[in-house]
């Protein structure tokens, strides 16, 4: 049988200026979008097109289904913020067709990549993924906390800047606090710590703090966290907003 | 005196389909447009509107001819492909700013973010950046190679995947080579290794080797390779091309 196509949907950071032709194209594709409430709510969909809401931590029940229906001949699309790719659905829908119903491989994935939220909060902060990096999610709900302090150390010794994702929630309270309390055992107290909340929508936040006083609770779950490396400086331009940025060049702060 | 706005403009991995509005209404807004040629390229000008093209590597001149202009009064557009804030113009721009005149702090810089090459690659390969990830430029112009050669086994030591920018131009020849021969001592020969060329473009290629295979012929300036950790997997799907994929959950794979 015909079976639908399925795209993975990157919407980018919120703002409609953020998001891409090629997922609004895709948007238009699909009969049926599963997704988080607020992520749906970006769409502007026609009257024929359907929404399935479903909670942020239901990620693969929400594959399962939009797969289902993709198999019996419906174009679908699963909405994610940012970047599917980065923490979010592209991975979730592959994690359903490996452990799925043979036919789940015959449906085209088509998966259009967005602006992922660190690359949002860069360009507001000024330059600070410039140079080597990485993303780590501090969620410890699929991986042991002990796997995720171990990271922290590996990749700050390397000397690169660290971007964590899902930083904190109601019920992980006290994580980005320990990642902090670790990440000072190894890198200099003055490495800018970024606070990136709603970059490029209405209610974006910008906050920088050294690394000595990062508080957990200038984070949410819609903020994320960028720890420079100790190449990381800031350019103060008086009563403009100073400019935190990696150089391309390696100065010798890190190893 | 009036200083004009320096826009860092992100144009995606090169498909129209994939530069954002918020790029495309930066570029409506600045007079002069400083770049490598293929960037420029992607640019639809009007008749007023200048370009000023400068080879690959000139970043640094590029940045302080733009910021010149700038502070003269006119806005100005300096063009990246992919995202300006990775390995790329943003930076650039913020050391100009850094150790140029008092006069470069007083202009308004405004970065729009776009999709950067791993990300674009990502989206056709399935999900490998579907979990902990970092991005490493492999270019030894201005970091020293033990440098890289460290982070590589940090970070590969650590279990994150791994994205290569800059992995081969004609100046560089071996540093691929070497980087997975760094590799194959610390990860399986399985890890899937994806080599992504001209993601979303008509010439688009993507070619996926274990590590123990991997081989730098199959990739040019114009490549991002990424490369698997021990829990990054293989969907096969027949005709179709396998989905690579690094799931959400931790296994074990790695430590």
């Known amino acids: 049988m015909t079976r639908g196509t399925l795209y993975v949907i990157g919407t980018g950071p919120g703002s409609a200026e953020q998001m891409t032709p090629e997922a609004l194209n895709a948007v238009a594709k699909a009969a049926e979008f599963y997704g988080y409430g607020p992520y749906l709510d970006r769409l502007s969909l026609t009257g024929d ?8 931590r239901e990620e693969l029940d929400r594959a399962k289904a939009a797969l ?41 994935i088509v998966t ?11 360009a507001r902060a000024g330059a600070p993924l410039g140079h080597d990096f990485c ?6 709900n699929l991986k042991p906390w002990d796997v995720i302090t171990r990271r922290l150390r590996l ?8 971007a964590l994702y899902n930083p904190i929630s109601k019920a992980r309270p006290w994580q980005l606090g320990q990642a902090f309390d670790v990440l000072r055992e190894i890198l200099p107290g003055t490495v800018p710590v970024i606070f990136g909340r709603a ?7 910008i906050v920088v703090k050294p690394l000595s006083e990062a508080d ?13 490396s100790p190449e990381t400086r800031i350019i103060d ?6 400019l935190v940025y990696t150089p391309r060049y390696f100065a010798g702060g890190s190893k």
């Open 49 to 56: 097109q359907k929404r399935i809401v479903s909670d942020n």
């Open 237 to 242: 331009r008086g009563e403009k907003p100073g």
């Open 68 to 108: 289902t229906r993709a198999a019996s001949g419906i174009n679908v699309g699963v909405v994610s913020g940012g970047d599917p790719g980065v923490f979010a659905m592209a991975a979730a829908v592959c994690e359903a067709i490996e452990a799925g119903p043979p036919e789940w491989r015959e449906i085209d």
């Open 135 to 140: 993303a780590i999610s501090l969620s410890d």
């Open 155 to 162: 990749v700050a010794e390397a000397g690169l800047v660290i």
């Open 199 to 205: 970059a490029g929508r209405p209610d974006e936040k």
């Open 112 to 122: 259009t990549p967005g602006v992922t939220a660190m690359l949002a909060v860069a």
């Open 216 to 228: 957990a609770n200038l984070a949410d779950m819609a903020t994320c966290v960028i720890i420079g």
